[in-house]
């Protein structure tokens, strides 16, 4: 039990790109506030922005007000 | 309106927190509570669902400077799966029935605590972005997934 977990541990580092792995091993070093800065930003989302509250009974009718509503390059729309 | 700021996720987890409403950091932004380096434009909270926490939650949302109408109050409590706010000092979505999620129940028992905020476990975030398929979650997958990886190795 314990090899195989090394096996899938050594598989699992060796899965991640170099490139991502650098990125995460740099955020691990910052404090939370200030990776929240770096994280939350702020760009206008057409139709999306435009109201002040919604609610949808259903997370399905959710989903189908986004395809039907949002521009498609916002990327609500499901594949 | 501003970005949300680790200031306004410390109100949230205060007010949230005095109220007694039951809830966790979801999506992208509970992603980033856990380390993974993104970004997102919104906070998205898995609130449990039943009427006992709506009225909590209701009552935290005024706390913070949320204006909901009566008719709003109506839908919180009568149980809405999603709802986007921004009648208030910054942007919140509400989800309670996120996809891929069987019950909150489920979630909370492999809830995540970083610096008092509850997250979800990345496994949820990873199955909830899954089953809602979108365009922009398919896009943000891989690399979330290898962050997952990552962030189980650091905590063995």
């Known amino acids: 039990m314990a090899a195989s977990r090394k096996i899938d541990n050594m598989k699992s580092r060796a899965d991640i790109p170099a490139d991502w792995r650098a990125e995460f091993e740099a955020a691990a070093h910052r404090p939370l506030e200030q990776r929240m800065k770096y994280a939350f930003?702020?760009?206008?989302?057409?139709?999306l922005d435009d109201a002040d509250y919604r609610a949808f009974d259903t997370m399905e009718q959710y989903r189908q007000w986004c395809e039907k509503n949002l521009p498609s390059w916002l990327g609500y729309g499901r594949v | 309106m501003a970005a949300f700021e680790?200031?306004?996720?410390?109100?949230?987890?205060?007010?949230f927190s005095r109220r007694g409403v039951r809830y966790l950091f979801i999506g992208k932004s509970g992603a980033i509570l856990l380390g993974f380096p993104d970004?997102?434009?919104?906070?998205?909270?898995?609130?449990?669902?039943?009427?006992?926490?709506?009225?909590?939650?209701?009552?935290?949302?005024?706390?913070?400077?949320?204006?909901?109408s009566e008719e709003q109050n109506r839908d919180l409590e009568r149980?809405?799966?999603?709802?986007?706010?921004?009648?208030?000092?910054?942007?919140?979505?509400?989800?309670?029935?996120?996809?891929?999620?069987?019950?909150?129940?489920?979630?909370?028992?492999?809830?995540?605590?970083v610096e008092g905020f509850p997250v979800c476990h990345l496994d949820d975030i990873i199955a909830s972005k899954a089953a809602a398929n979108r365009q922009k979650d398919r896009e943000g997958l891989p690399r979330l997934k290898a962050f997952r990886d990552y962030w189980l190795e650091k905590r063995q």
């Not at chain 2, 434009?41 to 005024?62: G, H, S, V």
């Not at chain 2, 809405?80 to 979630?107: M, V």
């Open chain 2, 6 to 15: 680790y200031r306004q996720a410390q109100e949230v987890r205060d007010a």
């Open chain 2, 39 to 68: 970004t997102t434009q919104d906070a998205d909270l898995y609130i449990e669902k039943n009427a006992r926490n709506a009225r909590a939650l209701i009552t935290a949302l005024r706390d913070l400077g949320f204006t909901l």
């Open chain 2, 79 to 113: 149980g809405k799966d999603f709802a986007q706010l921004k009648n208030g000092p910054f942007d919140l979505y509400l989800i309670f029935a996120p996809d891929g999620i069987e019950r909150f129940e489920d979630a909370w028992r492999r809830r995540v605590d």
């Open chain 1, 41 to 47: 930003i702020r760009t206008y989302k057409p139709v």
